[in-house]
């Protein structure tokens, strides 16, 4: 089975950093997904973590602990353009399956 | 080439009809999916192909038919469906069944009446 728990909404202000977590429990663990999705438009792929520890990718960084069932999204020097829905989703025996997603807001 | 074309934009069916919607990537990739999204949700896995063949049916209802004719082509045929089916079908694609990135098409948003 899966369950993969995300926070509903967060809102943060320009120019700050925030951190969205995301944990899992499902069964046959491959890898964390963590996709963007704009209201009225398709997911765009943001990263995919298989071993513990922090990438890097410009202003978006990942962490994924697979020993805690424990990953987050870090968004740092926030725009405007960053308000979205941010999903995790895990890869449990080959097929991504998406959490709810978390609606984040970000204000002037 | 990262595209994923899925065509109509807009589909607005009656319970009686029959439609297909249709997916395409020219990237080489040899995994395609199906979503379905309802508003404020997160897509929900419908099928999955691997190399043409249909690898997982989600339980999902014999009203929605999958089909994937060749490497680069997705279809989802659609037959007596319910008002409660109305949503956005995405489809996607990846270079192998679940190891790499998928690329998401802009969906297709189903209205039943």
């Known amino acids: 089975g899966q369950n993969i728990d995300q926070p509903t909404e967060m809102t943060a202000t320009e120019g700050a950093i925030v951190q969205i977590n995301c944990t899992y429990q499902t069964s046959g663990f491959n890898g964390l997904f963590w996709y963007q999705q704009h209201a009225g438009e398709a997911p765009t792929f943001l990263s995919y973590?298989?071993?513990?520890g922090l990438e890097e990718k410009g202003r978006f960084s990942s962490f994924l602990s697979r020993s805690k069932g424990y990953s987050y999204l870090l968004l740092k020097e926030l725009q405007m353009k960053d308000s979205a829905s941010y999903l995790c989703a895990s890869n449990n025996n080959n097929d991504m399956r998406f959490g709810a997603g978390t609606r984040l807001t970000v204000k002037p | 080439d990262t595209e994923v074309t899925q065509t109509p934009k807009h589909l607005v069916m009656g319970m009686t009809n029959k439609k297909s919607l249709k997916c395409e990537q020219h990237m080489g990739h040899r995994a395609m999916y199906w979503y379905k999204q309802k508003a404020k949700k997160p897509p929900e896995l419908m099928f999955v192909?691997?190399?043409?063949?249909?690898?997982i049916n989600e339980s999902v209802p014999s009203r929605f038919s999958p089909e994937c004719p060749n490497s680069s082509l997705l279809n989802l045929h659609l037959h007596a469906l319910q008002p409660e089916d109305s949503a956005l079908y995405l489809c996607?694609?990846?270079?192998?069944?679940?190891?790499?990135?998928?690329?998401f098409g802009q969906g297709t948003r189903l209205t039943v009446v």
């Open positions: 973590n298989v071993l513990d």
């Open positions: 192909y691997s190399y043409e063949k249909l690898s």
């Open positions: 996607a694609s990846s270079q192998y069944r679940g190891n790499t990135e998928a690329f």
